[in-house]
């Protein structure tokens, strides 16, 4: 079975008419916020870089999160697209 990159399915939702990205969340480590975690809306993100990816916040400001902090990518039913065994939680 491949690997599953981060990166490759973000450009994938970014690039792809098929793909929705709005049906897509990012769960996130982010120290300082309820349970050190946040999301995103993948509709929000703006661009992929090599070690994250961008997006607009909801207060206008431009944040960078490397993939190493991504938690779960989920679609908006629910199912988990990708879990990362660095964060989870038992």
């Not at 491949?2 to 769960?27: A, C, G, H, M, Q």
């Not at 995103?40 to 870089?49: A, G, L, T």
């Not at 400001?61 to 989870?88: C, E, M, N, T």
Request: hydrophobic share 35%.
């Amino acid at each position: 079975m491949p690997k599953f990159r981060i990166r490759d399915f973000l450009n994938k939702l970014l690039w792809d008419p098929r793909e929705d990205p709005s049906e897509y969340t990012v769960v996130y480590v982010s120290r300082g916020e309820p349970g050190d975690r946040a999301s995103v809306n993948c509709s929000r993100i703006v661009r992929v870089h090599q070690r994250g990816f961008e997006f607009i916040s909801e207060s206008g400001r431009l944040v960078y999160i490397p993939f190493h902090r991504v938690a779960v990518i989920r679609k908006s039913d629910g199912v988990v697209v990708f879990r990362s065994p660095r964060h989870s939680r038992p």
